[in-house]
């Protein structure tokens, strides 16, 4: 059976096949210029929906690499301060050795020693206060402005840290244990310092200048500062640690970016070199369609009547 083919329908049929093809252009056009291959959701569902959860991934890695890079500034500052401390420590120390010369040294020898020791002294409470953003590197969450106050008296809490998360199952705490690191004066909660000596280191220094003014041998107090230098040391390789642990975390973070990123250039973007050739076949096509179209349709007696 022959169905009957009218000029009608060839006009009908030509029109719909060039706007089709013309559409095919200019969706390639626009690849060309925006390099997407998904301009909307309806170009690939599937694809769409892949880019939308790479996004988020991408977005969730950067974050944890704001928060690695945050952190290492916590802990380089910590570490800084705490070498900065155990230095003064050291000096302190010599100064204690001697002061415990007794027998060789002047009133105005000990007066220099004691004024020096008096000076440490304030530098040390002045580490001790470091603050990195302005947040106390070494009284965890509190609000408080300081960590220790001109009497010596610590303002961390029990138990509060900073913590920073490094990946979506990981956390690492970045401040340093204030009353771990200087000490803190009797009477204070000891669950902020088990098992250390009571007194702060603040407080050592104040006991040496005043064994050093009345005559005490000031040897006795070597012990403590020694056991003050370690709890420094114990607490600097602590932060050690966990800066190596960032820094891996940080290696980690720059792989998955990069992997992430090839996931989503894979879904949304095109090779232009590919996208160039089809936008020049399909260029070639639709000019021979409407050709050939042109061809096809030839004028009728009816259009002259018109």
């Known amino acids: 059976m022959f169905s009957r083919v009218t000029n009608q329908s060839l006009t009908r049929n030509a029109q719909y096949n ?163 690191v200087f000490g803190v004066n009797p009477g204070a909660d000891p669950v902020l310092n088990p098992g250390t000596t009571p007194g702060s280191v603040f407080t050592l220094v104040d006991n040496i200048i005043s064994d050093l003014q009345s005559g005490v041998n000031v040897g006795a107090r070597l012990a403590e500062i020694d056991q003050r230098k370690q709890a420094i040391s114990a607490q600097q390789a602590i932060i050690g640690t966990t800066e190596a642990q960032m820094d891996r975390a940080q290696a980690t973070n720059a792989s998955q970016t990069v992997s992430l990123e090839a996931q989503r250039s894979s879904v949304e973007d095109l090779d232009l070199g590919k996208v160039i050739l089809d936008l020049q076949t399909q260029q070639t096509t639709y000019q021979a369609s409407l050709g050939v179209t042109a061809r096809v349709l030839q004028p009728t007696l009816m259009d002259f009547l018109r």
């Open 18 to 180: 060039l706007q089709t093809g013309l559409s095919s252009l200019a969706k390639l056009q626009n690849q060309a210029a925006s390099r997407k291959a998904i301009s909307v959701p309806s170009d690939d569902p599937a694809g769409t929906t892949k880019a939308l959860q790479v996004r988020s991934e991408k977005a969730a890695t950067a974050q944890y690499a704001r928060n690695i890079d945050d952190g290492n500034a916590w802990l380089g500052t910590i570490d800084s301060t705490m070498t900065t401390v155990s230095n003064i420590l050291g000096r302190i120390r010599d100064l204690t050795v001697q002061g415990a010369n007794d027998g060789a040294m002047s009133p105005t020898s000990k007066q220099a020693i004691s004024t020096e020791l008096t000076n440490l002294k304030g530098e040390l409470l002045r580490q001790a206060n470091t603050s990195y953003l302005g947040r106390n590197v070494f009284a965890g969450n509190t609000d408080a402005g300081v960590a220790f106050n001109p009497d010596y008296s610590f303002n961390g809490a029990t138990g509060s840290t900073v913590q920073r998360r490094i990946d979506a199952s990981t956390t690492v705490r970045v401040d340093a244990d204030g009353a771990a």
